[in-house]
């Protein structure tokens, strides 16, 4: 069974740092993982997905990279600013191919301070 | 484009009804989820639809809960005899389901609230 883990759970740091977020998961025949944003009350935003072929996957200050030998990935924010306040989740699929559900972490919650 | 809808956004009811949370998915897309957000628990995943049919409904927390997909579209989500402990978001989301590229997009989710 998947098992997701996202360190650290809270984090707040002055606006314009880089921050790194971290995930790691148990079962590492995935053929994807993403990446979520979740604002207070609302439903969850796709900010990235990679597949198992990549290493690394970018939008905009956004970075993510993944490593299934070792089970992790993270998430990689660059000159941070107030709007990235949210909470972040890490998502992997259940099974190896084709449609299934996702295993998420517990999320990272992130306060950037103006 | 339209994006996934869910209706009611909010939903209060009473101990023992019946609630009906209904989905509707991106146009296009083949594979249809429900999952449940509850405050302690995360976000644990209910069931899947891969066109109309659920390969797999043990993840469905009880026998209360039912889903059904017609017409490869819009998806409904029922619990019967509610209690308590059903109160949480429930999020759903679609996805195209392509071999090695299942990238699932959110609705709104429904806020239920059993008293």
């Known amino acids: 069974k998947q098992e997701v883990t996202q360190i650290p759970a809270a984090l707040s740091v002055p606006e314009g740092e880089n921050l790194v977020l971290n995930c790691s998961f148990t079962d590492s025949a995935i053929y994807n993982l993403q990446w979520f944003r979740q604002d207070p009350g609302k439903g969850l935003t796709s900010l990235l997905l990679i597949q198992s072929s990549q290493r690394e996957q970018t939008s905009g200050r956004l970075n993510a990279s993944l490593d299934k030998s070792s089970g992790r990935s993270t998430l990689y924010i660059a000159a941070s600013q107030p709007g990235d306040s949210a909470t972040y989740l890490c998502a992997a699929p259940n099974s190896g191919g084709g449609a299934d559900g996702l295993t998420f972490g517990k999320g990272t919650h992130l306060i950037i301070q103006p | 484009g339209a994006g996934v809808s869910q209706s009611p956004s909010n939903k209060v009811t009473e101990k023992g009804k019946d609630v009906e949370l209904r989905c509707d998915p991106i146009s296009g897309h083949t594979a249809l989820y429900w999952y449940r957000q509850s405050l302690g628990q995360g976000l644990e995943f209910l069931i899947y639809?891969?066109?109309?049919?659920?390969?797999?409904k043990s993840g469905l927390p009880s026998d209360r809960f039912s889903a059904e997909r017609t017409g490869g579209s819009v998806s409904t989500l029922t619990i019967q005899r509610t209690q308590q402990e059903d109160s949480a978001v429930y999020l759903c989301?679609?996805?195209?389901?392509?071999?090695?590229?299942?990238?699932?997009?959110f609705g709104p989710g429904t806020r239920l609230t059993v008293l």
């Open positions: 639809f891969q066109g109309n049919s659920a390969p797999d």
């Open positions: 989301a679609s996805s195209l389901a392509r071999a090695g590229v299942n990238e699932q997009f």
